[in-house]
């Protein structure tokens, strides 16, 4: 049996507004909705996921979902939630940005096309580029009041912030092109339905009135809540920023540490949200983790299914690798199984030290290699590293160091690469150029 999708939203606590009639047009008929990404980058981040996740429940619920990029939207920027306008991007940037996004969409939605509920994904910039500023005004621009769009909050805001520089006019018509595509998205792919985030809702709904009037059709809005952390901060972005799912701007590694290290708090909040399990699954994964909240079970289930889905079963693997070479006893073959991606995603932040191949086939020991040869960044000298050693404090790629009189056979990481540890938490990366 399928879903029903807004009861599926409502358990998750996803539902932030919804006009009435919605459910009345889900069950008449199989109905098409899209939620709007700008392209404004080659990637997606994981506050996207929200709205990706609605339309991976709206299509289990047996529902045609379409992700509209926002290429000509792109080009402008939109006012909601910002404080200031968005740089302009050109063509060549947008049509890249969007290939790469409807790359990791993919991993959500089934685009099979001899489905008749495949997911598709389409460009607003294909049939805004062919409209003249007169054309615009003339058939869009007289249908909506002045008064109807200062009425929105988000431009309400705008206006009023004490430090804001005021509005432009192409920001404030931002509502009106949203508005259009959603007109578009009507007549050309009889879509009846816009999601977003609550931010969204006044820009949605000047689209279910353009359809109101020149169409007499009727359309509807869903939004959810914006996500918050419990301690007030933004979700998604870390010291270093957002968190993406391209794994070049974004390790599979910081992706899985991402989602391991939320707190509680946010943990039932998050995996409703974000995970595909049911109601039942969660619901006993929550009891477990009641029992016994030192064992994370909630993330740990969370953070698995997030990497397999975004990256793979192999990056998960490497992210698990990782996570016990910096948490549990891993090995010397553990650490030389990572890729170098992984090994300095791991390390990052630690001080680390360049020294020459010849340097390190000159030193006559263990403890000249320590203290000398790395130029005092581990030990400042030859005394402090040879106390260390005898009181088994010292680890080279994993493996203890016994006698700090030994002649260094290091094998090096990824060919480059030595890891020392000096005490439980101090590690220090040494590269051999």
Partial sequence: MQKNFIEELQWRG???DMMPGVEKQLEKEMSSAYVGIDPTADSLHIGHLVGIMMLKHFQ???HKPIVLLGGATGMIGDPSGKSQERNLLDEATL???????????????NFDATDKNSAEVVNNYDWMKDFSFLGFIRDVGKHITVNYMMAKDSVKKRLSAESSEGMSFTEFTYQLVQGYDFLHLYKAKNCKLQMGGSDQWGNITTGTEMIRKMEQGEAFAVTCPLIKKADGTKFGKTESGNIWLDPKKTSPYKFYQFWLNASDEDMSNFIRIFSTKGKEEIEALEAEHKEAPHLRTLQKALAEELTIRVHSQEALDMALKASSILFGKSTTEELQSIDEDTLLSVFEGVPQVTISSKELKDTATLIDFLSETTQSVIFPSKGEARK?????????NK???EDGNATPALELLQGKYILVQRGKKNYYLVIVD
């Fill in 14 to 16: 996803m539902i932030h």
């Fill in 60 to 62: 289990d619920a047996g």
């Fill in 95 to 109: 049509r890249h940005n969007e290939e790469a996004i409807k790359n990791q969409v993919m991993n959500f939605l």
């Fill in 388 to 396: 260390m050693i005898q009181g088994g404090g010292v680890s080279i």
């Fill in 399 to 401: 493996e203890k160091v």
